[in-house]
């Protein structure tokens, strides 16, 4: 009897040293319709975007170059905000397509990513070939500025972390699916990849405060700052595709 109790009394304290516990799958496309998304600062859906064979869509006819790059049709899911989560969605865009996932969105700026971190989704193998990136990479003074940058690729924590050294990332071709996993705590953010992790990094932490402060985030105050926030898809000028989009909260 005195063994049995202690067996059950180190099991419940192996149970409070580790309080995290995930809920359920919330489905945040019902597959059918845009219930529960809108335009980022609107409260309609952008036009473009529909709910069409299981799958959330953003259709245009035409590739928008990214010299011609104007934006402003960046979808949020509004039901709720979620601060720790995890998100799992799958995707694909067109050859020299270019779209994000934002999270921890708050409205009222120009974009979400003034304030917002992304995970970027990019056809890494195509897209210079479509579109000059000179110019803007000239403003970081990368050295090889026609060059697609690591910061700019898929799975990055866009213009703060690149993907790990050693990492062997699989990113299918564009056109095909991949599937894309974000992991937030506040003590640590994971970023996967078709069942790769890619990067990890403390939010807020020393090294995430040097990489904001000395790169493209110079200039908005605002970014990283918020704890909580809504998720957001990002129009960067091609046509996307979403589907099985669903998130966990992480509670304690």
Request: hydrophobic content about 35%.
């Amino acid at each position: 009897m005195r063994c049995f109790l202690l067996i059950i009394a180190v099991l419940f304290i192996g149970c409070e040293s580790n309080p995290k516990k995930e809920s359920n799958w919330i489905f945040l496309f019902d597959g059918k319709t845009t219930n529960g998304w809108r335009g980022y600062n609107s409260n309609e859906i952008p036009p473009g975007w529909i709910a069409k064979e299981g799958m959330l869509m953003f259709e245009r006819k035409d590739l928008q170059l990214e010299q011609d790059y104007e934006g402003g049709r960046d979808l949020i899911y509004y039901k709720e905000q979620f601060d720790e989560f995890e998100l799992y969605l799958e995707w694909k865009i067109p050859p020299g397509g270019n779209s994000g996932i934002f999270y921890h969105v708050q409205e009222g700026y120009n974009f979400p990513g003034e304030a917002s971190p992304e995970y970027q989704l990019i056809d890494d193998v195509n897209y210079t070939k479509i579109h000059d990136v000179t110019e803007y990479n000239k403003s970081f003074g990368e050295s090889e500025p026609e060059k697609l940058q690591d910061w700019q690729k898929t799975g990055a924590n866009y213009a703060m972390h690149t993907v790990s050294e050693g990492v062997e990332k699989v990113l299918f071709p564009a056109g095909e699916w991949n599937s894309t996993r974000i992991i937030f705590t506040n003590e640590n953010v994971e970023h996967w990849l078709n069942g790769v992790k890619l990067l990890s990094f403390v939010p807020w932490s020393e090294e995430w405060d040097k990489l904001r402060n000395s790169g493209k985030w110079n200039d908005y105050p605002d970014y990283g700052k918020y704890k909580t926030g809504y998720i957001s898809f990002q129009d960067h000028g091609s046509s996307l595709w979403f589907r099985n989009i669903k998130l966990k909260k992480i509670v304690y």
